[in-house]
Every structure is written in C-alpha cells, then in structure tokens.
Nanobody
C-alpha cells in the first residue's frame, strides 16, 4: 500500500524560504512531484521529477524552486526560495508508480505574507 507523508509547510515572509518533503513508501515510483492549489483556483503543477532526473517546472517558479529526490529514502523535496505572496497555497505531493497509478499526499499549507 502506497503511503505518502508530507512535511515542511508553514508561514514565511516574502523573500523567505521553505523546504517541503514527501516520504513515499509501498511501491517503486517513476515520477514524483508537487502540485499546489490556492483558494478559488484549480490545482496546478509546481514541479515534477522523472526517474531519469528530467524535471518540469511551472513558469512561475522557475529559478526560485528546486525539486530533488533522495532515492535511498524514497523522498522528494521542494526547495522554495524567494517566496512570494502568490505562492500561498496548499501544496500536494504526487507520485506515480511504475504501474502508472497516481497517489496524492494529504497536503501542506504554505502561507507567504507580504
């Protein structure tokens, strides 16, 4: 059974940094990433990392956010620097198994004050 444990959200001032973590277990994962959903908006891709180390980033976070993975711990990280108020959202970890099943974390709140 796939389990995801997220951590690292919180409240930070604009210009600050946070690091999100998502520890996954129960399968082999070909894709790990992060999405976010702000109030009144649709969930959107923030960043994702394929097993071959290819990455995708939303244009709005390029140059500020970095996704990485510790394969030994099956954990994906999202380092968020120079945070802006518009980054405020609930951030969700997303993983895809080698059997192409998708799973979501419970979400962690990130709030950036101006």
């Amino acid at each position: 059974q796939v389990q995801l444990v997220e951590s690292g959200g919180g409240l930070v001032q604009a210009g600050g940094s946070l690091r999100l973590s998502c520890a996954a277990s129960g399968s082999i994962f070909s894709l790990m990433g992060w999405y976010r959903q702000a109030p009144g908006k649709q969930r959107e891709l923030v960043a994702r990392l394929y097993s071959g180390d290819n990455t995708n980033y939303a244009d709005s976070v390029k140059g500020r956010f970095t996704i990485s993975r510790d394969n030994a711990k099956n954990t994906v990280y999202l380092q968020m620097n120079n945070l802006k108020p518009e980054d405020t959202a609930v951030y969700y970890c997303n993983v895809r198994t080698v059997l192409l099943n998708d799973y979501w974390g419970q979400g962690t709140q990130v709030t950036v004050s101006s």
